[in-house]
Each structure stands twice: as C-alpha cells, then as structure tokens.
C-alpha cells in the first residue's frame, strides 16, 4: 500500500515550456486535490476533483488545467510554465467522511521554472 | 466562510520545554479541525483531528489539542520537546457543503528545538 505518489520529484522548466504532474493514490479515495506550496503562504489549493471525470477550480487555478480519467489518477498540468509557477506541488487524496475530510498527502514535487 | 489563523510563523523552544502552538478559525457552522505536520521535504501528515465529543484530543508523538469553542481556538500542545518535533505544523479546518467539505489550512508555524 503505498498510499499517494508523486512524479516526477523534482524538475526545473524554462519559461514557456509545459509539463504534467501525476498522482496516484491505491486507497480507493473519491476526492484528489492538488496544492501549491510557497513560503509564508501555506498551502494553496489549484483544483480538486470530488470523482472520476468530475474537476473543479480551487483558490489559485489559472496557468493550471487537470484531469481526472481514473479514479486512482489525478493530472495536473502546466502548458506554459512561467516563473511564478516555481513552487513545492502536493497531492492530497481523502474519503470525506461525516467526521471530515482528513486528507493523505504525496511526498511533493519541487517545480523551478527559469 | 471559514478561515485558520496561526500566530506566529515561527516558534522556536529548548528540548523539554513545552511546545504551544497557537491556532484560531472562523467558521460559521461547527468545524472539523485538525493538525498535520510536515518534516523536512516531505508531505504532510495527520497529527491529530477533532471531530466531535470530547474536546482534548490526543495524537501522535505525544501533541495533543483542545477545542475551545468560547474562544474559537484549537492550540497545540506538547509537555517536554524533542528534537525529532522540528517541523512545520499546519492547522486546518474542514466545514461541510453541499457536494462534500472544505478544508482551509493555516500558513503553518515553523518549530524550532534547541539543545
């Protein structure tokens, strides 16, 4: 059971150009959420999906598009990377419960667009 | 709409000192609350979480929470630190609406331990 995955770790981008995060989760969760990470800022949510097929917008969605074809995956997308897109990434997956929404986080991938 | 406020982005303590970590939401409906800790370049994980019922709450690696609700506060706590506690710690607080919950997270509160 390995929970939730990230790739890739790590990865530096020149501006302009595009990459996909993946993440994957084997616990069965319906929700998947991606974050963005930055310093004194917490964690900010770019969008989320509450099941397969289904996406929304969080509170920091634009330069960003992703999707969800499988329940397990969850694809979050850059088409063009710009510098302020430099962060920490995080993908969080939960099974929101009437005692909340307790959520399982990925290790991270560390973005530098130059 | 609910909101974390975390006082004090930075704490720093003396191994076995107390650790008090302060944490403050706004929420128009009761809340879910919750504290995750984060190591170095890694992901946050789950350290403890009130649902409903008994408003201290005990969680892992010793940190426990109480809910107070007269003062809309949900503060960490630890009697004796150790220097395997150095890490982020975020509070965050969960409501829930139609179509599932939202989760609002704190800045975080970087912990410091000093030998």
């Known amino acids: 059971n390995a929970g939730v995955t990230q790739t890739p770790k790590f990865r530096v981008l020149k501006t302009g150009q595009s990459m996909t995060l993946l993440c994957a989760q084997d616990m069965n969760h319906e929700y998947m959420y991606w974050y963005r990470q930055d310093p004194g800022m917490g964690l900010r949510l770019i969008h989320y999906s509450v099941g397969e097929g289904t996406t929304a917008k969080g509170e920091v969605p634009d330069g960003y598009n992703v999707s969800r074809l499988k329940k397990q995956n969850f694809l979050l997308g850059l088409e063009s990377a710009a510098p302020s897109q430099t962060s920490v990434y995080f993908c969080?997956?939960?099974?929101?419960?009437?005692?909340?929404?307790?959520?399982?986080f990925g290790p991270g991938t560390r973005l530098t667009v130059t | 709409a609910q909101s974390v406020t975390q006082l004090g982005s930075h704490v720093s303590v003396s191994e076995g000192a107390l650790v008090l970590l302060r944490c403050n939401y706004s929420s128009s409906v009761p809340p879910y609350l919750f504290w995750y800790v984060q190591y170095p370049n890694q992901g946050l994980q789950l350290l403890l979480k009130y649902t409903t019922g008994a408003t201290l709450v005990k969680g892992i690696n010793g940190f426990e929470a109480e809910f107070k609700k007269s003062e809309t506060s949900f503060h960490l706590t630890k009697p004796s630190a150790h220097m395997s506690d150095a890490a982020e710690y975020f509070c965050a607080v969960s409501v829930g609406n139609t179509g599932g919950f939202k989760t609002i997270f704190g800045a975080g509160t970087r912990l410091f331990v000093k030998a």
């Open positions: 969080a997956s939960s099974l929101p419960r009437t005692s909340g929404d307790e959520q399982y």
